[in-house]
């Protein structure tokens, strides 16, 4: 199976960075979306991203150029006959993909593979939808996809084996680091992100430490950034999304702190509006060292939440491990239940979020018993958010201190 010519649905953020991607390879790519507008606006975006190429001396003028013309547009499936393969980017709603897929179904040749970049609907259902589930996968870039290396490339219960290993192939001919993740809630990166998102606001619910001493703590762990800039850089609505979708999914582990919805109900979105947990500029691109202000409502919030909750506290100094450990805790889960590789975690996780260590390799240094001991302990202060994952209290049992030694054993069904 060689794919040399594709298409992108959606010319958002993430359409036209996927379609630069595929075009800066040599493929031929048609870009769709649904009127000339956002076309324009999405090769621009291409445009801009070729032109910082040439800048940079990454490519010549000419080739860039050349490489630019490799994108094709349309607002009709004309030409889709001939595609190998389709990466559907549009916006995340399962009626609206669902209609894409089922007019892929038709218009593209019976070869023709498709893919989704949803963040979090389910690739099965969608696959169900056509006459080709085998041929059908998820495809998760990350934002921006023209820089950020991971692809999770996510089969749906159907999708065959040869699709799979296919569509792998060609994320590392993109320069892409492909990493085989099977359907569930989150997936990988988002489903391990989440809990440490989450674990930052239940400490600073706590009223002992401020967001940036926590921010600080978590970028001396290896996080290029800490979790409060994250959360105001993502949008504290999407957040709020997803982490109320991954509570309904997997139950109290997930639990959201509640500081994140009352922000959001009093309009702090985080940078987009100006203000989240902390207070930005318009148009200004925060220096790292650069002091930070604190949202003055977040600070009547935090007010008004220790008046009403009897703060619960344990005597421990903050230690950025807690809310390290949630995040290490869900990719246990994830290996525990055969949805990744325990040796793939580390790739997909730095490259996925930028740590400059690995999650697993950080935990064995610390010593997997070590972090038993911890969750444990914390779970006793602060309940099911920390009930280990009984496939690391297996390893401890059995004295495996390093992942390494996992290799041997077959942790996937499939
Ligand atoms: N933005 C991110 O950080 C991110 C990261 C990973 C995955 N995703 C996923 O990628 C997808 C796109 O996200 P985005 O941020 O690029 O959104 P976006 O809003 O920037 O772009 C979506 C584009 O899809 C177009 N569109 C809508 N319906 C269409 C249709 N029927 N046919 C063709 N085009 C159509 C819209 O006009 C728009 O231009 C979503 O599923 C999202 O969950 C987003």
Not at 164 to 173: P, R, T, W
Not at 202 to 208: F, I, M, Q, S, T
Not at 211 to 235: C, N, R, S
Not at 322 to 342: C, G, K, S, T, W
Request: hydrophobic share 40%; net charge negative.
């Amino acid at each position: 199976m060689k794919f040399q010519k594709a298409a992108v649905i959606g010319a958002g953020a993430m359409g036209s960075g996927i379609a630069q991607v595929l075009s800066q390879s040599g493929m031929e790519v048609i870009l769709k979306d649904v009127n000339q507008d956002f076309i324009d606006r999405g090769l621009a975006n291409i445009k801009r991203m070729y032109d910082s190429r040439v800048k940079k001396e990454v490519l010549t003028q000419a080739e860039a150029d050349y490489l630019f013309a490799m994108v094709k547009t349309s607002t009709t499936y004309d030409g889709f006959k001939d595609v190998d393969l389709v990466i559907e980017a549009a916006l995340e709603e399962i009626d609206v993909k669902i209609r894409i897929f089922q007019e892929l179904d038709k218009h593209c040749a019976p070869h023709t593979v498709f893919a989704t970049n949803t963040s979090a609907l389910s690739i099965s259902e969608i696959a169900s939808h056509t006459k080709r589930p085998e041929q059908v996968l998820g495809m998760h870039f990350f934002n921006p996809a023209q820089t950020m290396k991971l692809v999770e490339v996510i089969p749906g219960v159907k999708t065959s084996q040869q699709v799979q290993d296919a569509v792998m192939a060609l994320c590392k001919e993109l320069r892409k680091i492909p990493v085989a993740v099977q359907e569930c809630p989150g997936f990988l990166v988002n489903r391990v992100l989440f809990p440490y998102l989450n674990e930052a606001l239940y400490v600073l619910e706590e009223g002992k430490f401020s967001p940036e001493e926590i921010d600080k703590q978590a970028v001396v762990f290896g996080l290029p950034m800490g979790p409060f800039t994250l959360l105001d850089m993502t949008g504290l609505d999407v957040c709020e999304h997803v982490t109320t979708f991954l509570y309904e999914e997997y139950g109290p582990r997930f639990q959201p702190a509640s500081i994140l919805s009352k922000l959001v109900k009093k309009g702090c979105l985080g940078q987009k509006t100006g203000a989240g947990f902390y207070i930005h500029e318009k148009g200004k691109v925060p220096k790292k060292d650069e002091p930070k202000q604190l949202n003055p409502v977040l600070v009547d919030l935090l007010k008004e939440h220790a008046q009403n909750n009897n703060a619960k506290s344990n005597d421990k100094a903050f230690d950025a491990l807690r809310i390290i450990l949630p995040m290490f805790n869900e990719a246990i889960y994830a290996v525990q239940e055969h949805v990744v590789e325990a040796q793939d975690v580390d790739t997909a996780i730095q490259w996925g979020l930028g740590l400059t260590r690995g999650l697993f390799s950080l935990a064995e240094e610390k010593g997997l018993n070590h972090c038993l001991n911890e969750l444990e302990s914390y779970q006793k202060a602060y309940g099911e958010r920390f009930r280990p994952a009984w496939y690391l209290a297996k390893l401890v049992r059995a004295t495996i201190h390093d992942f390494s030694q996992l290799k041997a054993v077959p942790v996937t069904v499939r």
